[in-house]
């Protein structure tokens, strides 16, 4: 029975610990790309008009965004580095705090191939999702604005008038009440196999995923006033 006991505490314990290590993930990944997202917005603006030259002398636009991605990436991938190297002497203390005593078993620190993978995909995602606002920033801009030092960072108001029936008018509705349509689809799939099967993993997830999905409908709702 004290087995048991010990075995259902470390299972809610595990729980517990991954829905918070799925949160800190989470706002870590969102500071991170607004982070890079300002810092390439910045030179964007800032350099402007040595795009302006390049694009003049030939550079074409697959280029220019290369050249946005790669700078980019130089934020990411010496931390990528840096986390992995580091991450080996962090797990080897905690397992030697948690484990070695206890348990008395051997455990090689050293991140599996799947924690490898997710961490790279993660690291190199974040970077390209950060990128695509200055990216098109930059290809917005005309050349010769670009190349005009005197230029005003001021812009005309320019208002288009788009016909109602357009799928042009209709596509954020469309992809609005898609999203809005597979997270119903999804909750009331996923919430009762979730309590059926006493998942309390994919549960604790979903109401994180509702919790989450209330704080970007209120942003949106304040945003707009």
Not at 89 to 115: C, E, H, K, R
Not at 121 to 150: E, F, Q, R, Y
């Amino acid at each position: 029975m004290g087995l048991l006991m010990t075995m259902q505490l470390s299972e809610a314990a595990s729980l517990l610990l991954g829905l918070l290590f799925g949160v800190i993930i989470i706002l870590f990944v969102v500071i991170s790309v607004l982070l890079i997202y300002s810092l390439l917005l910045i030179s964007v603006e800032s350099k402007t008009f040595e795009t302006g030259v390049l694009r003049m002398v030939g550079m074409s636009k697959a280029n220019c965004i290369s050249m946005i991605l790669i700078q980019s990436m130089t934020f990411v991938i010496p931390s990528i580095v840096f986390g992995y190297v580091v991450s080996i002497p962090v797990l080897m203390q905690i397992y030697a705090f948690l484990l070695t005593g206890s348990v008395d078993i051997n455990i090689t620190p050293v991140p599996s191939a799947g924690a490898t993978v997710s961490a790279v995909a993660l690291g190199l995602t974040i970077p390209v999702v950060s990128s695509i606002i200055p990216i098109m920033t930059a290809m917005n801009k005309n050349l010769g604005d670009s190349l005009s030092a005197t230029r005003s960072l001021t812009k005309g108001v320019k208002v288009a008038i788009e016909e109602q029936n357009s799928f042009a008018s209709k596509a954020p509705y469309l992809l609005f009440g898609s999203l809005a349509a597979l997270s119903g689809i999804a909750i009331y799939y996923l919430l009762p196999y979730a309590i059926v099967n006493l998942n309390l993993g994919l549960l604790l997830n979903i109401f994180f995923m509702i919790l989450l999905g209330m704080i970007l409908g209120l942003t949106l709702i304040a945003s707009n006033f």
